[in-house]
């Protein structure tokens, strides 16, 4: 095995030992939409991660300790009709996690902070759900430790120290199947969505390729009060299989098969008609950190890491920081370097070690043939030497919410 170190980060390349997934037997891949309740957690722990940080610069000048990684959600009782039914039991989301109160004797507005943010991130990502009363949300901030509160100050250059032994997972190019998967997902939620606003928010994509044959299974929750009755309820779920069906075969020259709501029996009248559009209100109960990776899919194929990135201190929380940067530092060079079919990077911190000089950095790949690591091994570690040695962009990033983290 041919391997490249460079002794000051650690960075070592080498071969996958492995084929690319694209050339594998079969892939599995998962995206859990926006609406789904897990990934409802996701975005609310990220926008009230955000709105910490801000609050904290504004105030104070500098990112002090904080994490909101432990988001609860517990599922409602709803009533869907068509032509529209009710929530009759409100779902419960509770904020859970620590967070800095005060700060050289003067108090911050942790909670309300928090609890705005995450108002605004539902009249946003669930426009059906009522705040107050189709939801009821709750904030649980305890305080942060007293020798975790300064970490970073926007003031100073200096690169924050890693807070935990931890590593983080990336891996580019994506394959057709991931992309089909992603893609379909966020098309339908935007573009799609503009023009049939009966699909609500909550679409779940599985992905399955058994050789040349890609198999894509939507599950797509309809808001009742955008469809009459059970034949539209039918063309509805048509439309969204000529879309992702179209999206899919854009994008690849494999064979195609799209199933969706395949749980629907018409004859018993039990279809996938929702109040809000997210299955959240009626048994299905979330977690920050259970749904989709940092690169917003769940990729059973590659590795991947089990931190939660959304909701985590973005300073220097490695189970956020790493995850986001390895993606970077895949993507990065398979962007700029020829020949790379397959890569993936692990980045392992050490607790207290700085941030830009990982325990180790490791990129494996798999080349096109006729191409040797040799080749093109150089590139490689410079364009990982240069991601790390600014790792704290990905801070700044993440706070101006230039990055997703789900």
């Known amino acids: 095995m041919k391997y490249r170190l460079v002794m000051d980060r650690n960075i070592q390349v080498s071969r996958l030992d492995r084929r690319a997934v694209e050339d594998q037997e079969v892939e599995i891949v998962e995206r859990k939409g926006i609406g789904h309740p897990d990934s409802i957690c996701d975005g609310i722990a990220e926008s009230v991660s955000r709105a910490l940080s801000q609050l904290y610069l504004d105030r104070v000048g500098k990112v002090l300790h ?49 609890l705005a943010a995450a108002r605004d991130y539902l009249s946003e990502a669930i426009p059906e759900l009522e705040y107050g009363t189709d939801v009821i949300v709750d904030a ?35 394959t057709e199947t991931e992309r089909i998967v992603y893609e379909a997902e966020r098309e339908l939620n935007t573009t799609y969505h503009d023009d049939h606003p009966e699909l609500g928010p909550d679409v779940k994509i599985m992905g399955k390729r058994e050789g040349d044959r890609i198999d894509i299974t939507v599950a797509a929750a309809m808001v009742d009060r955008y469809v009459d009755d059970l034949d539209e309820y039918d063309d509805a779920v048509e439309d969204v299989r000529e879309f992702v069906t179209d999206l899919a075969e854009a994008r690849t020259d494999r064979a195609v098969h799209v199933d969706v709501n395949t749980a629907d029996d018409y004859e018993e009248g039990s279809v996938y008609l929702t109040v809000t559009g997210t299955s959240a209100e009626q048994g299905d109960d979330g977690s ?99 991601e790390l040695s600014d790792v704290t962009d990905v801070t700044r990033s993440v706070i101006d919410g230039d990055v997703s983290t789900f």
Do not use: C, W
Not at 146 to 158: A, I, S, Y
Not at 299 to 324: C, D, F, W
């Open 66 to 114: 904080y994490n909101t990684d432990e988001t609860q959600l517990v599922a409602g009782r709803a009533a869907p009709a068509y032509g529209g039914g009710e929530v009759v039991e409100p779902l419960y989301v509770l904020i859970v996690g620590r967070a800095t109160k005060e700060y050289e004797g003067e108090q911050l507005p942790v909670d309300s902070t928090a």
């Open 140 to 174: 649980r901030l305890g305080e942060g430790s007293g020798d975790l509160q300064d970490v970073f100050g926007e003031e100073t250059q200096q690169v924050p120290m890693a807070n935990d032994t931890s590593f983080g997972v990336g891996h580019a190019p994506l």
């Open 288 to 386: 920050v950190g259970r749904g989709n990776r940092a690169n917003g899919l769940i990729t059973p194929n590659r590795p991947m890491s089990m931190e939660a990135t959304s909701g985590k201190n973005p300073v220097n929380h490695i189970g956020k920081i790493y995850n986001l940067l390895s993606t970077r530092i895949a993507e990065s060079v398979t962007d700029e370097v020829d020949g790379i079919r397959d890569l993936q990077v692990r980045l392992l911190s050490q607790i207290g070690r700085p941030i830009d000089e990982p325990h180790v950095a490791d990129a494996q790949l798999v080349t096109e043939e006729g191409l040797d690591i040799d080749d093109i091994e150089e590139e490689v570690v410079a364009i990982v030497d240069e």
